[in-house]
């Protein structure tokens, strides 16, 4: 059924519109991958798969393909863990709702943040939601791009390293799954569970060895191994489990549009590593041009 072999490489499978943190259409997420050179792109937005059809229709209109994928939001601890899933189906109803929930949380979470900020700062829902694309999933960037809008911070990095911050007090969490029931409801939904950027600096650094090796049990298929924010120590690392198991490692830019510094094909993916990942994702299917 899936033609491995029709795509053409370099590939960019983490790619971010404005239907949840980047600031552009997902066409434009295609065309700034295109211009980057990449041959297969996929749209990751976080914990929603409503910009595939644009972004599919963009890419075969530029000879792209297209990998359908999402950025799955999941807490282990203290930890926000991110999990990339390739290939699944969006109509699968436990997938489905579980990311209802975290959506419906994500905008009352955003609200209280909000809420708690609007006792020193001069800045109001209305503000945000203004910075937010329709049906897009809420954010921190978006409430850094109306602090931005509102002259109390220079760009998102800033607002994320002052206000948004969780030690200056106006943070609170959002709903997210623990990570074996992500990887469960994915694989369940026939999809390719890749942990993203595993191994950051700081607060989220890498989950516990057992952990991992107790996902990849449960059917995690792979880590994200280039990206710009994991550790040198941390890939060392996570090559090694990778080897072990035979899993598969993606490289992608994680790019946010004007979000993030990041730049489509800043990291890729190997043919081979994104054959592997069409052969195993039967949920949905990639959109060849
Ligand atoms: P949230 O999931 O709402 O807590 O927000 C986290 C999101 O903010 C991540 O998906 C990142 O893309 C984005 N983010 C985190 N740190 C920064 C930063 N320093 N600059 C821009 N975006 C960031
Ligand atoms: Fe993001
Ligand atoms: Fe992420
Ligand atoms: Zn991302």
Redesign the pocket.
Known sequence: MTTVGRFRGPSDLHL?SAR??GTESPADVMRAAHAAGIGTASLTD?DTSVGWGEAAAASSALGMTFLPGM?M?ARHAWR?V?ILAYLFDPADAALAAELDRIRDD?LGR?ERIVGHLARDYDLSWADVVAQTGDGAT????HI?DALVARGIVAD??A???GVLHPREGYYEP?YAPDPFTAVDLIVAAGGVPVIAHPATAGRERMMPVPVLEELIARGLAGFEIGHRENTEAGKAQLRRLAERHDLIVTGSS?Y?GA??PNRPGENTTSDAMVARIIARGHGSAPVFA
């Open positions: 971010h949840s943190d976080h950025e939001s926000s991110h994500r955003a809420v954010g921190r960037p850094a998102r990095a607002a994320f390293d959002h994680d946010h979000g993030k």
